[in-house]
């Protein structure tokens, strides 16, 4: 189980870099962004390390995520310790795949 969740959160990262590289816009990095999105209710998935906890109080967050859950919004949790943890770490902490694209 936990390596199919490996697998999702390699697969989010994956296609965030893809978009990235194509000058796509299907994605939000960084807390301020991220909250932007979830204001939209534009969030598919979500994949924060421990990192975010330095941009945002811990109940703020949490609370954050609570709303995202009750929306239907992926959720996945990395170590920055890891490689896929240190992958989100570089990006900002907190990485969100789009349902549409956001100005």
Do not use: C, P, W
């Not at 000058?23 to 990192?51: P, Q």
């Not at 900002?92 to 795949?97: F, N, P, R, V, Y």
């Amino acid at each position: 189980m936990s390596s199919s969740k490996i697998a999702m959160v390699s697969t989010i990262l994956d296609r965030v870099m893809q978009q990235i590289n194509n000058g796509e816009k299907k994605y939000a990095m960084g807390i301020k962004e991220t909250k932007y999105a979830h204001s939209l209710n534009a969030i598919d998935a979500l994949v924060y390390s421990d990192k975010v906890f330095s941009e945002i109080k811990e109940d703020e967050f949490i609370k954050l995520l609570n709303d995202m859950e009750y929306n239907n919004t992926k959720i996945f949790a990395t170590d920055s310790t890891t490689d896929i943890g240190l992958r989100v770490s570089s990006l900002g902490g907190i990485i969100a795949l789009l349902r549409y694209r956001i100005n």
